[in-house]
């Protein structure tokens, strides 16, 4: 983006998506001009975005005409050297199109007679006769039909009401512990984690998430741990583009554990380099191996690992998140928004910017977990959940750690409330 300074889109659907704060941004912070033309065809289309208003941004909606829907997708960048390029495919602008599906995008660069008949397109589509601005008063209109549409999604793809009753029978029993500092807390903790701090599982943007009851988000995170595991562990053939965004978080409800954007490990495994490869083989090594109770020779093991699957372009967060992936039982996500709070827990210094020390802290850590009574005493009765619950309770550490510092004005008493709880059970009062 840093190198266009003006763009075409023509979109089928458009969302707030990723792409659309960074062109708002760059808009804002540099010389760079956007036109976008939306399809509202089932009011899909996001009404925030469709009724933008920016000086060097110009929003248009398609007309309908000539029958049928609005459905390209194309991509035209101008650039400061005087080069067109464009993207043609199957992307909707979207996070789903660019991040989360299995989509098509040809990159054309020298091929003057394509660019010019996309560019011819585009200027078609522009012109008044097939698409204008929305008025205020189509916008309100509009904006209804889109709210309407979600409700109606939500309401159509519930989990059957029997089981969502079984479900929050279970998960209310979950609340009813006594703060003893046992296993059995720590399930509570989590509970109440998820249900006040996650609603991002709850995501406007994804029809089949939003359908989610608010009971089932433990559920949720369960299953999606419990996937990528299989995933990483267990799978023997190439990754597809979805696969590869859950183990890495780039895909929700899977951008828990660390929430990331794409990188080049998502290419790195989708292609099934070598690189790939020696991770994937090293992470199968990991998830099957038997421990020692010597917590010494456990640290030096798991120091050997990580070492292995951080070559110089792979971050500690990045080894952790894998490492917690492959060993829920054993291993923490040690990334930006739980690093701090995990260091203040345990009492390490903070590391920002040295990756040595990352390291270090990130053992301190893992040492300080597998010492405490809640983690090491499994209880002789659980329930089916708690005993998922156990079984990846090193990594669902991160429900609670993970953005504990949000600032004043978004912190509900109910939440102020529990951090309470939290850093109590983990013996620290931070606040």
């Known amino acids: 983006m840093r190198k266009t300074v003006r763009l075409d889109i023509a979109s089928a659907f458009v969302s707030d998506c990723d792409l659309w704060k960074e062109i708002l941004k760059s808009s804002n912070d540099e010389d760079l001009e956007v036109r976008l033309i939306a399809g509202v065809d089932g009011a899909i289309s996001d009404p925030r975005v469709i009724g933008a208003k920016n000086p060097k941004i110009a929003v248009k909606v398609h007309n309908k005409v000539d029958g049928g829907i609005f459905h390209p997708k194309l991509y035209i960048f ?58 205020p008063e189509e916008l309100v209109t509009y904006t209804q039909k889109y709210k309407d549409r979600k409700k109606q999604s939500q309401s159509t793809e519930k989990v059957p009401e029997v089981l969502t009753e079984v479900r929050k029978k279970v998960l209310e029993d979950l609340k009813t512990v006594p703060a003893d500092g046992s296993f059995l807390e720590y399930c509570s903790l989590l509970y109440q984690a998820v249900e006040l701090k996650y609603t991002w599982l709850v995501d406007p943007e994804n029809e089949t998430l939003s359908s989610r009851v608010t009971e089932d988000r433990l559920f949720i995170l369960l299953d999606t741990l419990e996937e ?57 090594e990991f998830s099957k191996k038997r421990f020692q109770k010597n917590l010494t020779a456990k640290v030096e093991t798991v120091h050997e690992i990580l070492d292995s699957i951080t070559p110089p372009k792979i971050g500690v967060a990045w080894g952790s998140r894998l490492l917690a ?78 953005d504990l510092h949000l600032a004043e004005s978004e912190k509900g008493p109910e939440l102020k409330k529990l951090e309470g709880k939290i850093l109590k059970f983990f013996g620290c009062q931070l606040f």
């Open 78 to 135: 101008y650039t400061k050297n005087g080069d067109i390029e464009v993207l043609l495919g199957s992307a909707n602008f979207t996070d789903g199109g660019f991040l989360h599906n299995d989509e098509i995008l040809l990159h054309i660069k020298e091929e003057p007679r394509v660019i010019k008949q996309c560019i011819i397109y585009f200027e078609e589509c522009w012109d008044p006769y097939y698409s204008r601005e929305i008025t």
């Open 325 to 402: 992936i492959a060993r829920p039982d054993l291993a923490i996500s040690y990334n930006s928004a739980s690093r701090d709070l995990l260091d203040k827990i345990v009492g390490c210094k903070s590391a920002k910017g040295n990756k040595e020390k990352k390291k270090s802290n990130y053992l301190r850590i893992l040492q300080w977990l597998w010492k405490q009574d809640w983690y090491k005493n499994k209880p002789k009765e659980l329930s089916p959940i708690q005993e998922r619950i156990w079984n990846n309770r090193a990594a669902l550490i991160d429900v609670l750690v993970y």
């Open 228 to 284: 990528c595991h299989g995933l990483l562990t267990q799978f023997n053939k190439s990754y597809t583009p979805k696969d590869v965004h859950k183990i890495f978080g780039s895909s929700n409800p899977y951008a828990f554990l660390g929430n990331s954007s794409r990188s080049f490990l998502n290419t790195e495994f989708q292609e099934d380099t070598e690189l790939a490869k020696r991770l994937r083989s090293l992470l199968v």
